[in-house]
């Protein structure tokens, strides 16, 4: 911080002399950098040094600018304060303002010595403007805190020309004064014959306020003052039925309410402000922003997932210096899961044997633990469902179920009942028709019986085919039908030979007979759309 104490130079301490400045510098002396008038008072010297150690003494003689270096000085001043510094070996001293018999410029000599008594002497280190100079008088803005109800501030002062001799002062009228209020606020204004000038603004922000003046008289400039906004209380009011929800997920949520401002005791709409909502304590989420209409309101929607606590609050930006921006609301919202049947696949093989796959998604928020999956059967797929078996699995997790008992024909599905206690719905999968046609051989029979040893026996019958849906058999031709023989006193069968049967479904194949056992036709190896079939056993005594 600039320390300047100055007064009027006295008789002492202004001597007009003859004194002789010695020409010789020392190298080890201090470094005269510059001198000149203040910018403040044009009548004060500054006198800018680099040094090591300290300064002991500055001595400034005055002479008229264009005068010779040998010419004696009109004044002496010896009287330094050091009033600025940049680091321990750079600052800058100055002095009481200097009284002249005459204005204009003088060129400035300076002796500086350290205290070590090392001295440098610098001629025409730089020039004092001893002139009428333009100042600012009782510059002020009001308010320097201006609210977000009353935000015109007016800056107004006073420009008078000094006489530095007499330190009397007199008005600048018609004078152009550059304005600064605020970041966003400049202007220009003219002094009255009185000098004096007045300037209104609406300030958008704060900022620095200061006046210039830039003429035919030079340069003035007015001490800067900061306007500091004073930012108003605020608060998120919202509406009853928006302070929590309770929802089912993918449902979409609208948090409502009103942003208000503090006037003394009343609180006030505010409107045209930017809020947001997010996930609380959360930087890097998805928030949903909005912006206050003309009564403050503001209604922020997004879709939830899982149970989270919201946060209305102030997005980051825009900085606004009328309002504090800290106020904040929490918004509970818990999510009822759902769930689906992603994958439901379901295979009937030839034996009426069922294969079940499945999988089961969570939707909404993710609840860690298994699931009870009923797999259900219904002959007509809209009444009757019964449940054939329960799955236990774990959420979007495949589960199979291998040869459970099937049907001919039928529908069947998948059902989650849900959980009340972990809050998630159940669902159903779409149901799936699976069937194959019936076959069977009708007459199976093997012949003669008895039959002696080595003679033929003829195993004959009908093959047929009951498509799904119908109650009538129908003959089956062009399909290959097995012939089985079990040995009296065995359990195995043995497959003796093929046969294919006629247009009809009929057919025969004879064999020769060995020993007595059962003979049976079976057919057993249909396509995906039939079951297997097979006749009825017949025993054969051979003699």
Known sequence: MRRIIRGLVTAGAVLVSTLAIPGTAHAAGPNVVEARSDQADWSVIDVRLNYSGGIDKITAMLRPAGSSE???PVATVTEFEQTYSTSQWDG???????????????????????????TTVKKNAGTLRYRKQPVFGDFSVTPTTPTIENKTVTAEGDLVVRDPSTRET???PGATVDLRLGQDGETTTVTDEAGHFSVSHELTTGGWAWAEYRGDLGYATAPWTDITPQAAPTRFVLDPDARRFHVTAGSRIAVTGRLEYQSGTEWK????????????????????????????RFSLVTSPYGRSVYEVAFPPYP???WIQRTASVDVPVYVTA???????TARLDEYARLEITGILRQVGRYTDGGANVDIQYSADGRTGWTTKKTVRTRFDSQFIVEELPGYTDGYWRLRYAGSAAKDIKGSVSASLRRNRAETRIKDANASPEPVHKGRTITVKGVLQERLPGTATWKAY????VQILFRPKGEDTWYLMGSVTSQSNGSFGKGFTAHEDGTWVPVFLEPDSRHFVGSGAEDYVDVR
């Open 70 to 72: 040998s010419d004696p």
């Open 92 to 118: 800058v001293w100055s002095s009481p303002p200097v009284q002249l018999d005459t204005l204009g410029d003088y060129a400035i000599d300076i002796e500086a010595t350290n205290t070590a008594g090392e």
């Open 170 to 172: 007199e008005p600048l």
């Open 269 to 296: 709409p505010l409107a045209g402000i930017p809020v947001e909502m997010d996930h609380k304590d959360c930087t890097t989420c998805s928030p949903v922003e909005a912006t206050t209409d003309a009564n403050g």
């Open 319 to 321: 900085h606004n210096p």
């Open 338 to 344: 759902t769930t689906q049947f992603t994958e439901f």
């Open 477 to 480: 031709g062009g399909k290959k």
